[in-house]
């Protein structure tokens, strides 16, 4: 039976110590990547724990084969747009590419996430290496998150897209990645592409939760990209994407419907036209009348 889509009126913010906290409870977490206000109205009404601005957006919204053009100022403009469709919902801003490269890059560009995009954390990438960009953020009073496994950032150091910690050392790797973001003070990890029975055993060394994207069922959450689970961008499908609806299919046969009708003249019939009554139209045409003989 579907459940009644949400008020979001009604609806309470999650907190930071809630997130932080759902792993004790056993409580599992939704995360959806949404790039726009629509679909952060969509994520709110269903319900989702907490709406993602992923650089992804930078492929899905804007045509781009990477993560990598994505700039501040374009996730700052979308960070923005979700919090309007979202107010109710917790969001987290993704830091884009070279954003976070020094202590005080991030910090202002964390600082630009939160001030102009209204975002309630942030999220850059990597683990043991970035240790010391991830704390500088927490010290600075900015909740925050990492990203380890397959990070898009730096494939081009992986060779491309490949799945990470298939042998063992990569996996003790993935932990010691982990381990470094949890001491840093971050309030959550998630994991990408990782085999997932890596990532279950590395959630459960770990005190803080985890969400994972191709890494199995084993973490404390998960998350997708709605364009994604939606078959709303379709120029490829990751293992991990599961489809739940094809608004593709929908989109494109609605479109066909309005061309066909526009083309035929059936489009806009008298219930999508407005009307005038007989009086003034006759008036109309008068003054039209009177025009030609002038």
């Known amino acids: 039976m579907n459940k009644p889509i949400a008020d979001a009126a009604e609806r309470k913010k999650r907190t930071i110590t809630e997130i932080r906290d759902s792993k004790h409870r056993g409580e599992k977490m939704v995360y959806m990547s949404v790039p726009d206000y629509t679909s952060a109205r969509w994520a709110e009404m269903a319900g989702v724990d907490v709406a993602v601005v992923g650089d ?122 982990a381990l470094a973001i949890q001491d840093a003070g971050c309030f959550m990890l998630e994991f990408e592409a990782v085999p997932g029975r890596i990532a279950t055993v590395i959630s459960r060394q770990l005190e803080i939760p985890t969400i994972g994207i191709g890494a199995g069922v084993g973490t404390d959450g998960q998350i997708l990209l709605c364009y994604d689970l939606l078959g709303v961008f379709t120029d490829f499908k990751p293992k991990f994407t599961k489809r739940y609806g094809n608004l593709t299919d929908i989109a494109v046969t609605a479109i066909r419907d309005y061309v066909d009708e526009v083309k035929t003249s059936r489009f806009p019939d008298e219930e999508h036209t407005y009307s005038v009554t007989d009086a003034e139209y006759e008036k109309f045409l008068t003054l039209v009348e009177r025009r030609k003989q002038v």
Not at 60 to 77: C, I, K, L, R
Not at 135 to 164: R, Y
């Open 56 to 177: 992804s957006l930078a492929m899905v919204a804007h045509g781009y084969d990477s993560t990598v053009p994505a700039t501040m100022d374009m996730m700052v403009m979308h960070a923005a747009a979700v919090r309007r469709g979202a107010p109710a919902t917790f969001t987290l801003g993704c830091m884009p590419y070279q954003s976070y490269h020094t202590v005080d890059r991030a910090l202002t560009n964390a600082t630009r996430f939160m001030q102009e995009g209204g975002c309630d954390a942030v999220k850059p990438q990597g683990g043991k290496s970035q240790a010391h960009i991830l704390k500088a953020l927490v010290d600075a009073g900015i909740p925050t998150a990492s990203h380890i496994g397959l990070t898009p950032h730096t494939i081009a150091m992986f060779g491309g897209f490949k799945i990470q910690g298939r042998t063992a050392p990569e996996a003790f790797r993935i932990l010691e990645d």
